[in-house]
């Protein structure tokens, strides 16, 4: 087998190519922020409905719906990956991913007695890590914009009372991933005309 060197455009070219590959499998229709959003909004919302019914010792089993969720992505996810061709920069948005899901789910179910009032804060600033970081590398703006806003409003929730901070994370999971998700979905339809 026989390989030519690159030309310095062409090199550029074929980066810019794996990229644009990327970011359109991962804004293709959006699903992961819908259902994500939709899942951490109930699981928020009903937490916080829970803690006002005075039952906060049983607030956190909503939660408890997550890594079932993150499973089903697990699955759905190499399913495709199989279906499709390999691409360095969706293996590092996946692999980034299953990274911070997997350290969300041992601080959450494993550490929440010793962080108490800072664990959604601590969550929210993964989050928007995470996010940021994935907008950046794919140069999304509006991911990037979503790991802006969750990346501030993890500064925020540490001055929110613990009462509240399930609800904060409700709106915020509406605002940053279910919305966006919406609209990459409603972008990719539009193109796929």
């Known amino acids: 087998m026989k390989t030519t060197p690159f030309t310095p455009e062409e090199s550029i070219q074929l980066i810019d190519s794996i990229i644009k590959k990327a970011k359109n499998r991962f804004e293709e229709n959006g699903f992961a922020f819908i259902l994500w959003g939709a899942v951490i909004a109930i699981c928020s919302f009903t937490q916080s409905y829970l803690i ?6 049983i607030s ?21 990956k199989r279906s499709s061709t390999s691409n360095p920069i969706a293996s590092f948005y996946g692999i980034l991913w299953l990274i911070v899901g997997i350290n969300i789910m041992i601080i959450a179910f494993g550490f929440s007695p010793y962080l108490k009032e800072n664990l959604v804060p601590l969550i ?6 995470a996010t940021l970081l994935s907008g950046s590398f794919i140069k999304s703006r509006i991911l ?20 509240d901070q399930s609800t904060f994370m409700g709106i915020l999971a509406i605002v940053a991933f279910l919305i966006p998700g919406i609209v990459m979905k409603l972008k990719s339809t539009k193109q796929n005309v």
């Not at 914009?145 to 540490?158: D, P, R, T």
């Open 52 to 57: 006002h019914l005075n039952k906060a010792s």
């Open 60 to 80: 956190w089993y909503p939660y408890l719906i997550m890594p079932l969720v993150a499973a089903f992505v697990f699955f759905y996810s190499n399913k495709k």
């Open 124 to 129: 929210l600033l993964l989050l928007g890590i």
């Open 144 to 163: 990037s914009f979503c790991g802006l806003i969750l990346n501030c409003s993890a500064f925020v929730a540490f001055l929110i009372p613990w009462k």
